[in-house]
């Protein structure tokens, strides 16, 4: 009789042990996690390429910098020796020398000016772009705080009533025998699903396959019962 008794606490115990296993596997398989995923994947695609943006507008922005400063110089280098050419006083020889000279100038700063243009387009690309990414990372930074919120909503609903479930096993595992508490666990490490099973009718409450009534007899004989079949723990 206290075999009986011991079984069936272990039976309840098995049935909240099921219960906290569906209470984790839905804990851990809420639809949001993998939208939370796909969303923080996309985060950091987003705040990368926005990195890249910025980097890219800041080289141009050197560059323009950079470049304008040389188109200063060297359109003010021109405009001079164009003066010294037209001021005249000097040989036809030097005077053939300067224009070459000249015209070379205002080459450079006609390229520098095409420089200075290209840097200008690829810095307002650059921002355009800073500013299309900004903005699509403050959306996407706000779907995936809306969705840890949603999952952490969850959790702690799931969370409360896995803890109401750990009391009353806390409860129902004392009052079975240590020696069937070591096979159960036993048995609950190599096995998912059920290993503890009413027989009714001659049949196993874990697998659900029938035990004939000579098979009923012998393993009602063993402590505890266990099922031919699975070798799940019967209640008889």
Not at 8 to 19: G, P, R, S, T, Y
Not at 93 to 111: F, G, I, P
Not at 114 to 132: G, N, Q, W
Not at 189 to 201: A, E, H, I, N, P
């Amino acid at each position: 009789m206290e075999q009986l008794k011991s079984l069936a606490d272990l039976l309840d115990l098995h049935d909240i042990d099921l219960a906290i296993d569906r209470l984790l596997d839905e804990r851990s398989s809420l639809p949001e996690l993998e939208k939370y995923k796909v969303a923080h994947g996309e985060v950091e695609r987003i705040s990368q390429a926005l990195k890249d943006a910025e980097d890219a507008s800041k080289s141009a922005s050197q560059a323009l910098h950079k470049t304008n400063g040389e188109l200063e110089i060297m359109a003010e280098r021109a405009a001079s020796e164009q003066n010294r050419l037209y001021a005249g006083g000097m040989s036809a020889r030097d005077a053939d020398y300067l224009r070459r000279e000249v015209e070379m100038l205002y080459n450079k700063v006609s390229a520098m000016e095409d420089d200075v243009l290209r840097f200008m387009e690829d810095k307002e690309s650059s921002d355009a772009r800073v500013a299309e990414l900004t903005s699509e990372l403050a959306a996407a930074t706000t779907l995936k705080d809306e969705l840890a919120a949603a999952i952490q909503d969850q959790w702690r609903v799931i969370d409360k009533q896995i803890a109401t479930k750990e009391e009353r096993k806390s409860a129902a595992a004392s009052l079975v025998d240590e020696y069937y508490m070591d096979i159960y666990d036993g048995l609950r490490k190599g096995k998912k699903g059920r290993v503890v099973g009413r027989l009714t009718d001659g049949i196993c409450g874990s697998c659900h396959l029938q035990l004939s009534a000579a098979e009923v007899s012998r393993v009602s004989k063993d402590d505890p019962p266990r099922c031919i079949h699975c070798r799940s723990i019967l209640v008889i």
